[in-house]
């Protein structure tokens, strides 16, 4: 008898469908299901397929521990993208180190880390694009 290989996004999807309406992250005064985690990394996982991230693609998460975290990194798992924490504590210097030995085409960054991942776009770095989790900032997606 042949047996299913268990994958993180398999892992989520029985969740989901067991548990669509429990809370699946609670954040503060934020509480997100499962459906509604799975309708947002959806949302995200669409947005980054049309900036051309697919298997293989790395995708930067610059920001602090959120629900937006998880959201991010089951997009990028959907897509079969490579996940590129960057840690917030590190040195400018480093994360662009970071960003350019990775190979990472995207950033989803907090507000903390959003001028870094900024810095690192343009002929001066490896992103092309960057998401915030944030308030909207000019010349950024949110």
Do not use: W
């Not at 629900?67 to 897509?79: K, T, V």
């Not at 970071?98 to 870094?116: F, N, R």
């Amino acid at each position: 008898m042949a047996t299913q290989a268990l994958t993180l996004r398999a892992l989520f999807t029985g969740k989901l469908g067991r548990f669509g309406d429990r809370p699946a992250v609670v954040h503060g005064a934020a509480t997100v299901t499962y459906r509604d985690l799975d309708c947002q990394m959806g949302r995200l996982a669409r947005c980054l397929a049309s900036f051309g991230i697919g298997p293989g693609d790395g995708v930067a998460l610059m920001m602090s521990n959120r629900a937006e975290f998880l959201i991010a990194d089951q997009a990028i798992i959907a897509l079969g993208a490579i996940k590129v924490p960057v840690n917030h504590m590190l040195a400018d210097t480093e994360i662009k180190f970071i960003l350019s030995d990775s190979g990472a085409k995207v950033a989803i960054a907090d507000a903390g880390l959003l001028a870094a991942a900024l810095s690192a776009t343009g002929r001066d770095g490896p992103l092309r694009h960057v998401i915030t989790v944030d308030e909207p900032t000019a010349g950024v997606i949110s």
